[in-house]
């Protein structure tokens, strides 16, 4: 299992960013795809997450309204868009398939003036 994020930055408050993560290693459409984050000093936690074929998406309360999470089961992809940051949305981020063992490297979002 590969799992590639990108699309992190240094954002102001109020902005948006995509974040993207590109699969391999398991047959992506069979699986529940989710999105991590952690800030220094914190645990990480759940952000958001969707099912294999897109129907049903979770949030954590405090990003629901903001953020969204898709997939595109064509290309291995799964995204956060995320709008109206604010800088408790610092973290850096990850996907994650739950069932495997594996995580990527993250992408840092910070949200600073």
């Known amino acids: 299992v590969q799992l590639v994020e990108s699309g992190g930055g240094l954002v102001q408050p109020g902005g948006s960013l995509r974040l993207s993560c590109a699969a391999s290693?398991?047959?992506?459409?069979?699986?529940?795809m989710t999105w991590y984050r952690q800030a220094p000093g914190k645990e990480r936690e759940l952000v958001a997450g969707i099912t294999n074929f897109g129907s049903t998406t979770n949030y954590q309360d405090s990003v629901k309204g903001r953020f969204t999470i898709s997939r595109d089961n064509d290309k291995n992809m799964v995204y956060l868009q995320m709008t109206s940051l604010k800088p408790e949305d610092t973290a850096v981020y990850y996907c994650?398939?739950?069932?495997?063992?594996?995580w990527g490297q993250g992408t840092q979002v910070t949200v600073s003036s």
């Open positions: 994650y398939v739950p069932g495997f063992s594996s």
């Open positions: 290693g398991f047959t992506f459409s069979m699986y529940y």
